[in-house]
């Protein structure tokens, strides 16, 4: 499950997930639990919906990123199960 709830539905059977859209293709399954996959999708629309942040609003800040990324980059990689863990580390 995706975290855009009109993408494709997936169905869980046991260790193997069955895409609605190829049902007779079976794919391990890899990434986040579905519980834990849907709390970072809710976390991640509030960052997005949050219009007043100090980086929407370009406030200097004295914090550091080593590898910047835009949140459109995180949804994109969620949804693709790119995360196994939810502090998302192997990103880095």
């Given at each position: 499950?995706?975290?855009d709830?009109?993408?494709?539905?997936?169905?869980?059977?046991?260790?193997?997930?069955i895409s609605?859209?190829?049902k007779?293709k079976?794919?391990?399954?890899?990434?986040?639990?579905?519980?834990?996959?849907?709390?970072?999708?809710?976390?991640l629309q509030e960052?997005?919906?949050?219009?007043?942040?100090?980086?929407?609003?370009?406030?200097?800040?004295?914090?550091?990123v080593?590898r910047?990324?835009?949140?459109?980059?995180?949804?994109?990689?969620?949804?693709?199960?790119n995360?196994?863990?939810?502090?998302?580390?192997e990103?880095?």
């Amino acid at each position: 499950m995706g975290c855009d709830s009109k993408r494709r539905r997936r169905e869980d059977v046991g260790d193997t997930t069955i895409s609605s859209s190829k049902k007779q293709k079976l794919m391990p399954m890899t990434g986040l639990e579905q519980t834990q996959k849907l709390l970072c999708c809710g976390i991640l629309q509030e960052l997005i919906d949050h219009r007043h942040g100090s980086v929407a609003v370009r406030i200097p800040d004295s914090q550091e990123v080593r590898r910047p990324m835009d949140l459109s980059t995180v949804k994109s990689k969620l949804e693709r199960d790119n995360y196994s863990t939810c502090n998302g580390q192997e990103s880095w």
